[in-house]
């Protein structure tokens, strides 16, 4: 059960700041996401993520990257080749 | 008998304290490229973002491969450091708020690290002392933040992911570390051992990060609690970037925290900043519990089993079987073999040069090719090895004095730090004339000495034996060290009328 609490807690960490409506819905919805666990916890158990693989690698072997205007082409905002984000410190 | 705070088992001593530290250290694995997409890690000479593809972006759709040699040399660095590689390892979301990564999550290894338990045994401050290593995980490193807009409150972040995805391993050892000179060595036998194992490139910039864990304890009372005491949280300090760094940022929080003692305050666990400019650390806000990273199994990469591959793995010479063999193989007293095999390019510079003579040779390049490259701030590999070997037979050959070799080092050196062409060491001694004066040119010299300094030569048959210091010394300085001074002070013994006792 993920209290009033525990969404401001997630809220300060990511440094934004929720409204009181928001406070609400999101509370709401984050409880309405485990419960879809509940369901998921009824299947039986060995049910997970179970796909009998392991060690799948990939060679060091370099392939060429995207040029930095592809890169940077989805961003809000750039400044000299950088993506330009806001302060952190 | 289990000890219970406040129980006989444990007498605190007042003032009697110990300092408790254990690290974490970050190494960029030298593979040539990042640990989950094909971009170069060869980044460090490139603009931002010219090194990123829709992987190390964390583009949606886009799936992480690991990079097999990332693992190999990871399971290289676990089985020197004398690790148990679990069968089963697996890597996990961190997740965190900040720019540096674009994902919102870091993969990284959690609950199911590639190895656990291992040792390296270091110089301690009491005799050797091994420090227990917890676990060995890989994980990959977070993007670039370049902060803008003043230095106290920057105004926005500039953000390149270059270094997004290269990869990382982090070693973590047990709370052994007892000094910051320890944790010094430590670091710097733990560099060698990369190094030796051909998995880290200690020259590149940025490629070692630490973060330090310490806390001031009666002395005894971790050993007896396997823990600190009520009101001694540890402190953790990041954003160590440098060798020095460390003892310096340890020596800054042992003061801190001892003066907060004194004061009678308690101490709570807490995250500091290394502010390496200023020396200092500073508090910073990290609010995260380990809960809050909300760790869970990466559903985009497989299971990783490959503690089987160790047995395959054929490890090179290490440290300090390389130390074992320089005293076997070449003679060389303990404190020469430990400083000549503590940095790889030092050891292989040695082994190129020892022919010459293995015990000038280990005086030379311990004592006095370091000691001036470090006052140069200069690295070995600029050093020509057949210029040293050159250097070497000039004085085995007693060609030229210690003093003159120095000399003609400095010389060199010098040219180098210049980013000049070096001369050769034979063509540096014929144009400064510094070639051992000949024993009949000595005899003129000493004359001439002789001859302007009349009043020492008198002092001399009068007994005082400073009088003698006084004539090799001009006779020193007429030369400019081209002599021997063991030479000058016999042959003027032979010249000189007998002295008066």
Redesign the interface.
């Known amino acids: 059960m993920i209290s009033e609490r525990d969404v401001l ?1 997630i809220a ?4 934004i700041g929720i409204t009181r409506e928001e406070l609400d819905e999101f509370t709401g919805q984050f409880n309405d996401i485990l419960d879809y666990f509940d369901i998921l916890d009824q299947v039986e158990a060995g049910a997970g ?1 179970e ?1 009998g ?11 060429p ?2 040029p ?1 205007d592809e ?2 082409g989805n961003a809000g905002e750039t ?11 | 008998m289990s000890s219970v705070s406040g129980s006989p088992a444990f007498q605190a001593v007042e003032g009697d304290e110990e300092v408790i530290i254990g690290l974490e250290v970050h190494c960029q694995l030298d593979t040539k490229t990042k640990l989950f997409c094909g971009c170069s890690t060869d980044y460090r000479d490139d603009g931002p973002n010219t090194h990123v593809c829709p992987i190390c972006l964390g583009l949606p759709g886009s799936l992480p491969a690991v990079n097999r040699k990332a693992v190999e040399f990871a399971l290289k660095v676990a089985k020197a450091l004398n690790c148990r590689v679990l069968e089963e390892s697996e890597f996990s979301r961190k997740n965190y708020f900040y720019p540096d990564l674009n994902k919102g999550f870091q993969i990284s290894q959690y609950d199911k690290p590639l190895a656990v338990e291992g040792w390296l045994r270091i110089e301690g401050d009491d005799g050797e002392k091994t420090v227990r290593i917890t676990r060995v995980h890989m994980e990959e490193d977070p993007g670039r933040l370049v902060h803008k807009g003043g230095a106290d409150r920057p105004k926005y972040t500039l953000v390149d992911y270059n270094r997004a995805g290269i990869p990382l391993i982090e070693m973590v050892t047990e709370p052994d570390i007892r000094s910051p000179k320890e944790a010094r060595r430590f670091l710097n036998k733990l560099r060698a051992t990369l190094e030796y194992l051909g998995v880290f490139d200690s020259e590149k910039e940025g490629s070692l990060r630490v973060d330090a864990n310490i806390s001031i304890q009666p002395r005894g009372w971790f050993e007896a609690h396997g823990k600190g005491m009520e009101g001694r949280g540890r402190t953790e300090v990041k954003n160590i970037s440098s060798y020095k760094g460390v003892e310096k940022a340890l020596t800054f929080e042992i003061t801190r925290q001892k003066n907060l003692i004194r004061r009678g305050q308690r101490l709570e666990t807490a995250t500091r900043h290394f502010v390496e400019t200023r020396g200092v650390t500073t508090a910073s806000r990290s609010k995260e519990m380990e809960q809050d990273y909300r760790y869970f199994p990466e559903p985009d990469l497989v299971p990783l089993r490959v503690s089987d591959w160790c047995e395959r793995i054929v490890l090179p010479e290490l440290p300090d079987a390389r130390q074992n063999r320089f005293m076997d193989e070449y003679g060389c007293s303990y404190n020469h073999a430990r400083t000549l095999t503590g940095d790889l390019r030092v050891a292989e510079f040695y082994e190129k040069v020892a022919a010459v003579d293995p015990r000038i040779a280990a005086t030379w390049v311990a004592d006095t090719l370091l000691g001036e490259l470090n006052y140069r701030d200069m690295n070995i590999a600029k050093v020509s090895p057949s210029h040293f070997i050159e250097l070497l037979q000039m004085l085995k050959e007693d060609v030229i004095t210690d003093k003159s070799a120095v000399e003609v080092l400095r010389v060199i050196l010098d040219q180098l730090a210049e980013g000049c062409q070096c001369e050769a060491p034979s063509s540096c001694v014929a144009r400064l004339n510094l070639a051992k004066t000949a024993d009949d040119g000595l005899d003129a010299v000493i004359e001439e000495v002789m001859r302007e300094h009349p009043q020492a030569v008198e002092d001399f048959h009068n007994g005082r034996k400073e009088a003698l210091n006084f004539l090799v010394g001009q006779v020193m300085r007429k030369t400019r060290g081209r002599v021997d001074p063991g030479d000058v002070n016999r042959r003027l013994r032979e010249i000189l009328p007998p002295g008066g006792t």
């Open positions: 807690h300060e960490l990511a440094d993520a796909t693989l392991y060690n799948v690698f990939r060679d060091d072997e370099v392939v990257s995207l930095p890169i940077l400044e000299d080749d950088f993506f330009r984000a806001p302060r952190v410190m």
